[in-house]
């Protein structure tokens, strides 16, 4: 039998386990419009009373991040009063509302495969109701695995929750696939794919959301959450059961010496640090990577590619494949040279599309390879590496705010590129046409790559093996020389 004092594998892995669906359904959700867009597109272009636009059909595709925002910039709040646990069960029942309102936004007030503006209206509320929830999990799920694990294994576990986003984008890349190939025969699809088809893939998302707020209501409040409460027993029996009684005793002493003023400014610490960890945000969506996955099909499309959800989907399973990388040799090593390194790849593949936009002849496979080259370099980088940044650079008295303020700024972003990639995409000038806008959106995200490495290179502290006590003390170390 194991002894109680003991560390226990187990409850450590099943705890985080829970935490990342909800990183799992952070990608299902943001990833499902990736095809549903053009089916909701078609359905809301037959209406009589509003023009659909590509302007806005990009808001429309894009609603949910605003949602993420105020997600975001609420999960400190929410985070330091009601705590890691209860935000995340809120995070939950959020993401199943919206999924159940984004099938059936006519509920109660309109009528049943009429577009008009007012549901239009109504889609994009749910949508932004989710969207909240993912604003919450993205902020929220990163800190709480933090939290809880051991400082060498706290790289490692906070990238299986970027694996889980990976995982729930392939996941619903491929309900999408099977939605849309179940009536492929039928001679009706486009009409189907209009009325039904997009409303199938939004309400598929219930399942995985009414698991994870039942599920997350089995897991433990974080230990150094518990300590902030004034909760030290409790505090210690978490930390207990992760690392055995020895070593829960002297982190709980670490914590409590980090956490005696809970009142701290958000700039306590100095302005550095906040703006690190923002820019760090920043150019995780500056550089394009959501533009391409929300509209993955549209791009293969665009490329000649005849099955493109097919290839949407085998580029899920690529991703998925290179966040693993990352999993597996982020504690080997580090974090600063993973950025790096998939900075300088994304910008090679963001530049090699760019080009075979206006090299005459090129053939169709190489834009192909190098959208999935930069794909893949973003998922052994800046997907889990940023989330693993953002969860242990703030000492643990700003925590709540600096992390908030930092995924606030991502979603932001996030939003910004989202909504404005269609229009850029689709620019045309003189001969070149079309092919201007293609060349002109990926050489953008190329050139912002390569400043996202110097950044990175010149600012960014290695956390490898540090706890987060040992951050907290970096950056104190940091402002007392500064005012010496």
Same mark, same amino acid.
């Given at each position: 039998m194991k002894n109680s004092n003991s560390p226990n594998p187990l409850y450590l892995g099943s705890i985080v386990l829970v935490a990342v669906i909800g990183g799992l359904l952070f990608g299902y959700d943001t990833a499902v419009i990736s095809g549903a867009e053009k089916g909701l597109q078609a359905f809301f272009q037959g209406a009589s009373d509003f023009n659909y636009t590509d302007a806005v059909h990009g808001f429309t595709t894009s609603s949910a991040l605003i949602g993420c925002i105020i997600g975001a910039f609420l999960s400190g709040l929410m985070a330091s009063k009601l705590g890691r646990k209860k935000s995340l069960f809120i995070a939950g029942i959020l993401f199943f509302l919206s999924a159940l309102g984004s099938f059936a936004p006519e509920f109660l007030f309109f009528e049943k495969n009429v577009p008009t503006l007012g549901l239009?209206?109504?889609?994009?509320?749910?949508?932004?109701?989710?969207?909240?929830?993912?604003?919450?999990?993205?902020?929220? =799920? !990163?800190?709480?695995?933090?939290? &809880?694990?051991?400082?060498?294994?706290?790289?490692?576990? &906070?990238?299986?929750?970027?694996?889980?986003?990976?995982?729930?984008?392939?996941?619903?890349?491929?309900?999408?696939?099977?939605? &849309?190939?179940?009536?492929?025969?039928? !001679?009706?699809?486009?009409?189907?794919?209009?009325?039904?088809?997009?409303?199938?893939m939004f309400v598929s998302e219930c399942v995985p959301a009414g698991l994870f707020a039942l599920l997350i209501l089995l897991v433990p409040e974080t230990p150094r959450y518990l300590v902030l409460s004034g909760q030290d027993d409790k505090a210690l029996g978490v930390l207990t059961k992760i690392n055995g009684l020895g070593k829960a005793k002297e982190i709980l002493s670490e914590i409590k010496a980090t956490t005696v003023e809970k009142t701290e400014k958000i700039f306590a610490y100095g302005f550095i640090v906040v703006f690190i960890g923002c820019m760090l945000s920043v150019f995780q969506q500056a550089i394009g990577i959501n533009a391409v996955l929300y509209f993955a099909p549209r791009i293969f499309e665009s490329m000649g590619v005849s099955n493109n959800m097919l290839f949407t989907v085998i580029m899920g399973v690529i991703n998925i494949t290179f966040t693993l990388v990352a999993v597996f040799t982020v504690e080997k090593l580090g974090r600063k040279p993973l950025l790096i390194t998939g900075s300088l790849g994304m910008a090679l593949g963001a530049l090699g599309v760019a080009l075979s936009n206006v090299v005459a002849g090129m053939p169709a496979v190489i834009p192909v390879i190098s959208i999935m080259l930069y794909s893949a370099c973003f998922m052994f980088s800046w997907g889990p590496i940023c989330w693993v940044y953002i969860s242990e650079l703030f000492p643990n008295t700003i925590r709540s705010q600096a992390t908030a303020i930092a995924v606030a700024f991502q979603w932001i972003f996030n939003f910004i590129v989202s909504s404005t990639f269609v229009?850029?995409?689709?620019?045309?000038?003189?001969?070149?046409?079309?092919?201007?806008?293609?060349?002109?959106?990926?050489?953008?995200?190329? &050139?912002? =790559?390569?400043?996202?490495?110097?950044?990175?290179?010149?600012?960014?502290?290695?956390?490898?093996?540090?706890?987060?006590?040992?951050?907290?003390?970096?950056?104190?170390?940091?402002?007392?020389?500064?005012?010496?």
């Open positions: 239009l209206v109504a889609f994009n509320l749910y949508r932004v109701l989710g969207g909240i929830g993912v604003g919450l999990a993205s902020a929220l =799920c !990163p800190m709480y695995i933090a939290e &809880v694990a051991p400082a060498n294994k706290r790289g490692m576990l &906070v990238s299986w929750n970027q694996f889980a986003i990976i995982f729930g984008q392939l996941v619903v890349y491929f309900v999408n696939f099977l939605i &849309v190939h179940a009536h492929a025969n039928d !001679p009706a699809i486009v009409e189907w794919t209009t009325k039904v088809g997009w409303r199938m229009p850029m995409y689709n620019m045309k000038l003189g001969a070149m046409g079309d092919s201007f806008g293609h060349f002109f959106a990926y050489a953008l995200y190329g &050139v912002i =790559c390569i400043i996202a490495a110097i950044f990175v290179w010149k600012l960014v502290p290695e956390t490898k093996g540090k706890t987060l006590e040992d951050m907290t003390k970096l950056w104190r170390d940091r402002q007392a020389k500064k005012k010496a």
